[in-house]
């Protein structure tokens, strides 16, 4: 049973009483799903840029996703990929860059001249300018490539006491398993997601260590099932899956009863 939920607000007792119970068409309809914004709104905008994030905000996103990196000089920045070739107009690793170099960056005519001179965010940027606005699903990006990010994330957190539950929601996520038990140790009150697009990772007894430390299983669209949802909620975690395009892909994961859609498209999952 997973490690925080299991003593909170009986969501495990329902889980014992009726762990198999299907929701009625009427019902599901109802379910909240929560809508989150994948890098912000990039398929209306430039990704990880304050442009996709003001847009998911205006399309009421329950969340916005963002990737965490780290300078050379030893800022937290906000980007998806290790090097800064493909969303900028500079090329090299991100952690070869000062933040200075970074900040001086075009992250935005890539996707239109109309978003010329948007910057790459700082972590602390997007924390203060959102938290309160709207929920944060913070991707630890390589965090094997940034020893110690994890304590660098925390504490940014902890600065702003969104280490505590009863303040705005926040979610750690990350393909590196151990890095999410590291900021399960560090962050015991903040919800930690996994994330896969391998079938390996879904068997009961891979299910059943995750939820030892984390809170979410986080999947690919393309190996989700309706057993997987059944199972993943079974052991006490929620299920967010990725990465919807299309609605056709929306409507699937809305059809599974999945917890969350992390999407580029926050209309495709909830029109407004």
């Known amino acids: 049973m997973n490690k925080k939920w299991a ?12 762990p198999i ?24 905008a430039p990704e990880n840029t304050i442009a996709a994030f003001d847009k998911a905000v205006e ?12 300078s050379n000089d030893g800022e937290l920045v906000v980007i998806h990929d290790t090097t800064v070739d493909r969303t900028t107009d500079g090329s090299g690793p991100v952690q070869s860059l000062t933040y200075s170099e970074l900040r001086n960056l075009d992250a935005g ?24 606005k709207v929920g944060i699903l913070i991707e630890l990006k390589a965090p094997e490539l940034y020893p110690g990010i994890e304590e660098n994330v925390a504490l940014e957190l902890k600065e702003r006491n969104l280490d505590k539950p009863q303040n705005e929601k926040t979610i750690i996520q990350s393909f590196h398993f151990e890095s999410m038990k590291k900021m399960n140790n560090l962050l015991p009150k ?11 990772h879904t068997t009961q007894q891979a299910l059943k260590e995750f939820s030892t430390y984390a809170d979410y299983f986080n999947p ?41 859609i992390i999407t580029d498209y926050p209309d495709y999952v909830d029109p407004k």
Request: charged share 25%.
């Open 21 to 44: 119970t299907q929701p009625s068409l009427a019902e599901a309809a109802e379910t909240k799903i929560d809508n989150v914004a994948h890098r912000g709104a990039s398929g209306y």
């Open 190 to 200: 903040v919800p930690i997601g996994v994330l896969t697009s391998s079938r390996l």
């Open 220 to 260: 690919s669209y393309t190996i989700v099932t309706k057993e997987l949802v059944n199972q993943v909620h079974e052991e006490g975690m929620k299920i967010q899956s990725w990465t919807v395009r299309s609605q056709e892909t929306a409507d699937f994961l809305l059809e599974m009863q999945v917890d969350g």
């Open 7 to 18: 003593a909170g607000a009986g969501i495990a007792l329902a889980l014992l009483i009726s």
């Open 59 to 70: 399309m009421k996103a329950d969340y916005i996703e963002i990737d965490v990196q780290r």
């Open 109 to 132: 005519s890539w996707k239109g001249t109309e978003f010329a001179g948007e910057k790459i965010p700082s972590f602390d940027e997007i924390l203060d300018r959102y938290h309160g």
